[in-house]
T-cell receptor
Framework: EPEVTQTPSHQVTQMGQEVILRCVPI?????FYWYRQILGQKVEFLVS????????KSEIFDDQFSVERPDGSNFTLKIRSTKLEDSAMYFC?????????????????FGSGTQLSVL | KQEVTQIPAALSVPEGENLVLNCSFT??????LQWFRQDPGKGLTSLLL?????REQTSGRLNASLDKSSGRSTLYIAASQPGDSATYLC???????????FGGGTRLMVKP
């Protein structure tokens, strides 16, 4: 089965440093997402991305966050100046088409996540 | 703003039992509702998706129902097995189709 790949699996950084989390969505997918899960809390939506622009973003996704699709395969999440509260598991997800076109057997594929620890 | 709640937060059952996980949502204007499985330290695996116009979906021993009017969904697991032990998450998709709102999950333990 195709996979969404995320690197690194773990990242430790100092507060105030910039981090870039990387994702390789499934090759024929068009819609990409970032979610995060703080330990013990719900999975939270950050941003969705389609056709090289942000489709929707949550209130969490402030000016410190940015996303980019620098080439035909990678999808990145950048945090410019990390804070302690940014520590979380960050998940990338992708789907072939507009999620409103989900068929009953069409799935949103999630990566295994990057565990970000800000010290 | 959509809020999704899952009850119970944790559940422990002996192998072979049938069980029901509950999910409720505050905004009935969802496009679909999905159930995911999360294993420790892993990503999310999609189990079932119910379109807003549907009442239920089945896959093997899993059956998910949706009642939009009452803002509820249930995931029924038949003849539970130790391999079913995981956290189960439900998530509602907004009508714009670009944002899933997740519940807090039910952590299931099936004891041999």
């Amino acid at each position: 089965e195709p996979e969404v790949t995320q690197t690194p699996s773990h990242q430790v950084t100092q507060m105030g440093q910039e981090v870039i989390l990387r994702c390789v969505p499934i090759s024929n997918h068009l819609y990409f997402y970032w979610y995060r899960q703080i330990l013990g809390q719900k999975v939270e939506f950050l941003v969705s991305f389609y056709n090289n622009e942000i489709s929707e973003k949550s209130e969490i996704f402030d000016d410190q966050f940015s996303v980019e699709r620098p080439d035909g395969s990678n999808f990145t999440l950048k945090i410019r100046s990390t804070k302690l509260e940014d520590s979380a598991m960050y998940f990338c997800a992708s789907i072939a088409r507009d999620t409103r076109s989900f068929a009953t057997n069409e799935k949103l594929f999630f990566g295994s996540g990057t565990q970000l620890s800000v010290l | 703003k959509q809020e999704v709640t899952q009850i119970p937060a944790a559940l422990s059952v002996p192998e072979g039992e049938n069980l029901v996980l509950n999910c409720s949502f505050t905004d009935s204007a969802i496009y679909n509702l999905q159930w995911f499985r999360q294993d420790p330290g892993k990503g999310l695996t999609s189990l079932l998706l119910i379109q807003s116009s549907q009442r239920e979906q089945t896959s093997g021993r899993l059956n998910a129902s949706l009642d939009k009017s009452s803002g509820r969904s249930t995931l029924y697991i038949a003849a539970s097995q130790p391999g079913d032990s995981a956290t189960y998450l439900c998530a509602g998709l907004n009508n714009a189709g670009n944002m899933l709102t997740f519940g807090g999950g039910t952590r299931l333990m099936v004891k041999p």
